[in-house]
């Protein structure tokens, strides 16, 4: 069975910063391209950003220019860190992974449980 955990989230002040972590685990073959979102209240859910296995990254309006994704292939972790932060950044970040669980077996995307981030003063 495969897990996808984000870590990481809290309160923080306007302007400051957070690492968001987020981790796949279990039975699992190869894991592809992982991805953080974000869903705000009463909003639907955004991209934030993505990174392949071979860290090629890709980002949304959302994380362009104050965020930045990277990923320890080792460890099966993808991290975000959120820089500069702003009252509207607040809201639920997803974290999701394309896992493959054995030879042969098709891609899957497995999502974590969010975390939240809050940012206020």
């Known amino acids: 069975q495969v897990q996808v955990v984000e870590s990481g989230g809290g309160l923080v002040q306007p302007g400051g910063s957070l690492r968001l972590s987020c981790a796949a685990s279990?039975?699992?073959?190869?894991?592809?391209?992982m991805a953080w979102y974000r869903q705000a209240p009463g909003k639907q859910r955004e991209l934030v950003a993505t990174?392949?296995?071979?860290?090629?990254?890709n980002y949304g309006d959302s994380g362009e220019g104050r965020f930045t994704i990277t990923r320890d292939n080792a460890k099966k972790t993808t991290y975000l860190e959120m820089n500069s932060l702003k009252p509207e950044d607040t809201a639920v970040y997803y974290c999701n992974a394309n896992v493959k669980e054995g030879w042969g077996t098709d891609p899957r995307i497995v999502w974590g449980q969010g975390t939240q981030v809050t940012v206020s003063s």
């Open positions: 279990g039975s699992i073959f190869n894991v592809g391209t």
């Open positions: 990174i392949t296995g071979g860290g090629k990254t």
